[in-house]
């Protein structure tokens, strides 16, 4: 009887790092990962020997030293003088602020922007699929006009058009004024929009922008408690095969909180009004940011269009004739059938088009919006001579709110993806 005796494995050896498949992979991986190092220490050692011989430092410090310059638009105090109520406060008048108002300012028209130009982009698209010729062709000359066209071109002509078409702040003057405002409540001139702002008699903190900070933590709040609601109709929905109606209670627990809080801090309405030679109170939009978020929004949106028509369009036939005969009208299968199956084709291109509308919103210094490309990636550096410190501070700004966008849309894009059971 013959015995079945297994060969003497050997040891390992170093030639196996190169000739064995289970270890080649892992040999040229470390082998990048150290030319990649060595390279990179290579252009560190590099930037500081041409600093050194410049007679510069890689030091921060610049953006805790006073900013000279004023800032036009913004949503938190800043003030060159360095006074706020009567006392001295030197962070309100630093580089670190003036480039926290150029951020914010920069978010405000990144989100504006995207939400204007999903509306504008969802609607052109299901209109360029419409039946009626003339809609069709209307959609498509405003999606392949904005497409061709530079969007800094549409931003100075947006500009131009709102500068020069527009009334005077002394047309509003007189007993028989050339210009009104509408609705006795907004303003529009070539100084830009003055719409009523939002004022607290008894405000929960000093700063103003905290007292907002503290609503919109109260409306994610509500918007995530929103989203545990209508995920409890569908587990029900799924259980019993009807699903509970929740609109009142979403449309409840979104305002209610906000309201309440609003009331407590005694929220109540400023209207603009002609003083002098312009209008005071409310709030100031100025012409740039109305052209850059008109632009951006009018640009992006054609693109969107091109990916929800192209959505739709990837959704089988069979879906709407199966709800037409189901009894549906257009309007329905487009809003219950057709346009959710479609998301899961829309969602990634969609994640593109607002990146890109926030790196495009960098155009902004074309007609002086101060934008963080215009305070710190612009008058910042050419006042400190930090470029270096500067722009890589620029770059990791656009790099984290791009990485931010992504996870977001990704997140949302996982929960309508189908799920295999």
Request: hydrophobic letters at 50%; charged letters at 10%.
């Amino acid at each position: 009887m013959s015995v079945m005796t297994e060969p003497p494995s050997q040891g390992f050896r170093l030639s196996q790092l190169l000739y064995d498949t289970r270890y080649r992979s892992l040999t040229i991986q470390v082998v990048a990962m150290v030319l990649l190092m060595l390279m990179l220490s290579w252009l560190l050692s590099n930037v500081i020997h041409n600093l050194q011989e410049l007679g510069k430092d890689f030091d921060f410090g610049f953006l805790w030293s006073r900013a000279g310059y004023d800032i036009n638009q913004r949503l938190i105090e800043y003030n060159t003088s360095c006074e706020v109520n009567g006392e001295i406060v030197n962070s309100v008048c630093s580089h670190a602020r003036a480039a926290t108002v150029g951020i914010l300012n920069t978010l405000l028209v990144a989100v504006l922007g995207c939400a204007l130009a999903t509306v504008l982009g969802v609607i052109a698209g299901v209109l360029r699929l419409s039946n009626n010729w003339l809609v069709a062709k209307l959609m498509a000359v405003y999606v392949e006009g904005f497409r061709n066209v530079p969007l800094l071109l549409w931003i100075i002509l947006i500009f131009a058009l709102m500068t020069e078409s527009m009334p005077a702040p002394r047309a509003f003057r007189g007993d028989t004024p050339e210009a009104s405002m509408i609705l006795d409540a907004i303003a529009v001139t070539n100084r830009g929009i003055y719409i009523p702002g939002i004022n607290f008699a008894s405000p929960f903190f000093d700063s103003g922008y905290l007292n907002w900070l503290l609503i919109v933590v109260v409306l994610i709040a509500s918007i995530y408690a929103i989203t545990l609601i209508n995920h409890s109709a569908t587990v029900k929905q799924e259980a019993t095969g009807i699903r509970p109606t929740t609109w009142y209670i979403n449309l409840a627990v979104f305002f209610l909180p906000a309201g309440i809080l609003m009331v407590l801090m005694g929220a109540h309405l400023n209207f603009p009004y002609l003083k002098g030679f312009n209008f005071t109170e409310g709030v100031h939009l100025r012409n740039s940011l109305i052209a850059l978020w008109i632009a951006l929004s009018l640009y992006t949106g054609a693109f969107i269009a091109e990916i929800v028509r192209a959505g739709i369009m990837a959704i089988s036939k069979g879906q709407s004739e199966a709800a037409y005969a189901l009894g549906l009208r257009p309007g329905t299968t487009m809003n219950l059938v057709i346009l959710p199956q479609a998301l899961r084709v829309i969602i990634p291109p969609l994640i593109s088009q607002y990146l890109n509308l926030t790196k495009n919103s960098s155009l902004a210094i074309a007609v002086g919006y101060m934008d963080v490309r215009s305070t710190l990636g612009g008058i910042t550096i050419n006042q400190t001579g930090r470029e270096l410190e500067g722009m890589l501070l620029l770059g990791l700004f656009y790099l984290v709110t791009s990485l931010v966008i992504s996870s977001a849309m990704n997140f949302y894009n996982n929960s309508v993806k189908l799920k295999e059971r």
